[in-house]
């Protein structure tokens, strides 16, 4: 098995199709399509991508060993709470705090 076949696995895994899965990780969709059809390498910024917006294990995914995800926080998420980890993860910093801020006094 190879690199697009292991990323169609996570597709797969993670109930995502192609639009969905260039959404989460940004990484652009075109750019994705050639990892997954044309067989063409991940490059570094994009392994990075893959591995802090989904946790993907990138022993796994570029050697097949080992788990698919690096932990398991993530698979025991429902997609809602992922979509906000996500979502979270791609705000400015200033924004970060913002929400924080908003989200404990919303929670008090």
């Keep these: 098995m190879n690199t697009s076949e292991r ?4 597709m797969e895994a993670k109930s995502f199709n192609l639009k969905t899965f260039s959404e989460q990780t940004d990484i652009p969709y075109r750019t994705l399509q050639n990892y997954i ?8 910024e994009a392994l990075m991508k893959l591995h802090t917006q989904l946790s993907i294990n990138l022993n796994w995914l570029l050697s097949g060993e080992g788990k698919m995800f690096h932990d398991t926080l993530n698979t025991e ?32």
């Design 7 to 10: 990323l169609k696995q996570v």
């Design 37 to 44: 059809l044309s067989g063409r390498e991940p490059s570094a």
């Design 77 to 108: 998420l429902t997609e809602k709470e992922q979509d906000l980890i996500n979502r979270y993860r791609k705000m400015s910093s200033d924004t970060q705090i913002a929400f924080d801020v908003t989200f404990k006094n919303l929670t008090k």
